[in-house]
């Protein structure tokens, strides 16, 4: 079983010093902190770190026990950078140590996200003397494939 968004809620406000058991969050400051979330895990996505979090159409349709299915190298890096986005409105200062470890998960699901960008050589690049058996003597075209994002191509068979 994955996190649902309200174990992250609850885990970024144990981590800026507001747990459940000593401060009683109401649950406006449940939903808003969800509505973070859902925007911080937009932005992710957005920046090509797709970690399948369920991403609702507007925040009335967020559910806070809906699983999420992030995998669980994500769980680190989502609580912390939530707390640190949380820790400003509640007046808290997150320690030094909370901002280094959400550098480092942010910058571990970025660099796992990170794709170098497939390229081809132009269409009037020679292809050499080496390639005589090809009639012509230009590389081929560029496949330009549809993207479906750092997944891949689209494949329409």
Not at 102 to 112: I, V
Not at 116 to 142: C, H, I, T, V, W
């Given at each position: 079983?994955?996190?649902?968004?309200?174990?992250?809620?609850?885990?970024a406000?144990?981590?800026?010093?507001?747990?459940?058991?000593?401060f009683?969050l109401?649950?406006?400051?449940?939903?808003?902190?969800?509505?973070?979330?859902?925007?911080?895990?937009?932005?992710?996505?957005?920046?090509?770190?797709?970690?399948?979090?369920?991403?609702?159409?507007?925040?009335?349709?967020?559910?806070?026990?809906?699983?999420?299915?992030?995998?669980?190298?994500?769980?680190?890096?989502?609580?912390?950078?939530?707390?640190?986005?949380?820790?400003?409105q509640?007046?808290?200062?997150?320690?030094?140590?909370t901002?280094?470890?959400?550098?480092?998960?942010?910058?571990?699901?970025?660099?796992?996200?990170?794709?170098?960008m497939?390229q081809?050589?132009p269409?009037?690049?020679?292809?050499?003397?080496?390639?005589?058996?090809y009639?012509?003597?230009?590389?081929?075209?560029?496949?330009?494939?549809?993207l479906?994002?750092?997944d891949g191509a689209?494949?329409?068979?």
């Amino acid at each position: 079983m994955s996190y649902t968004k309200r174990q992250f809620v609850e885990q970024a406000f144990a981590e800026i010093g507001l747990a459940s058991y000593v401060f009683d969050l109401t649950p406006a400051q449940v939903e808003a902190a969800m509505v973070r979330l859902d925007a911080m895990m937009s932005t992710w996505n957005g920046k090509g770190i797709r970690l399948g979090y369920p991403l609702p159409g507007s925040p009335q349709n967020s559910d806070l026990d809906a699983e999420t299915m992030v995998p669980d190298a994500a769980n680190e890096a989502i609580i912390i950078n939530l707390a640190v986005r949380l820790a400003p409105q509640y007046g808290k200062t997150p320690s030094i140590d909370t901002k280094v470890a959400a550098k480092q998960s942010y910058d571990m699901l970025l660099s796992r996200a990170a794709m170098p960008m497939e390229q081809q050589l132009p269409a009037s690049m020679p292809r050499g003397a080496g390639a005589k058996a090809y009639d012509d003597p230009f590389m081929d075209n560029p496949d330009d494939p549809i993207l479906a994002g750092q997944d891949g191509a689209l494949d329409f068979n």
